[in-house]
């Protein structure tokens, strides 16, 4: 059964960092597609970043470029989202998913993904 389990949440004043990290576990993730989403009150859930796990291949929602950063570690079947420049707009319940499809392509719709984890509230004080 797969499992995604997110941490490294939690407050940070505004121009700050925040390293989100997402364990996976239940298959091998080799040939997936791993993304970060997050999700404000009354707002819906939207792509921040995407990594494929096979080549390191990634994307940013334009939201978040230049600020954040995703990564995968091979040995420890991690996935982490660096978050620098937080701003109060980042403020949100931040989720990690994976895709079975390792395309690029459809990366930033969330009905693409088949597995997710329970969110790790991130806030940002202005």
């Known amino acids: 059964q797969v499992q995604l389990v997110e941490s490294g949440g939690g407050l940070v004043q505004a121009g700050g960092s925040l390293r989100l990290s997402c364990a996976a576990s239940?298959?091998?993730?080799?040939?997936?597609?791993m993304g970060w989403f997050r999700q404000a009150p009354g707002k819906e859930r939207e792509f921040v970043a995407g990594?494929?796990?096979?080549?390191?291949?990634?994307a940013y929602a334009d939201s978040v470029k230049g600020r954040f950063a995703i990564s995968r570690d091979n040995a420890k079947n991690s996935v982490y989202l660096q978050m620098n420049s937080l701003k109060a707009e980042d403020t949100a319940v931040y989720y990690c998913?994976?895709?079975?499809?390792?395309?690029?392509?459809?990366?930033?719709?969330?009905?693409?993904?088949?597995?997710w984890g329970q969110g790790t509230q991130v806030t940002v004080s202005s």
């Open positions: 998913a994976a895709r079975s499809l390792g395309r690029m392509l459809g990366i930033t719709t969330p009905e693409n993904y088949n597995y």
């Open positions: 239940g298959r091998t993730f080799s040939s997936y597609v």
């Open positions: 990594i494929t796990w096979s080549l390191g291949s990634t």
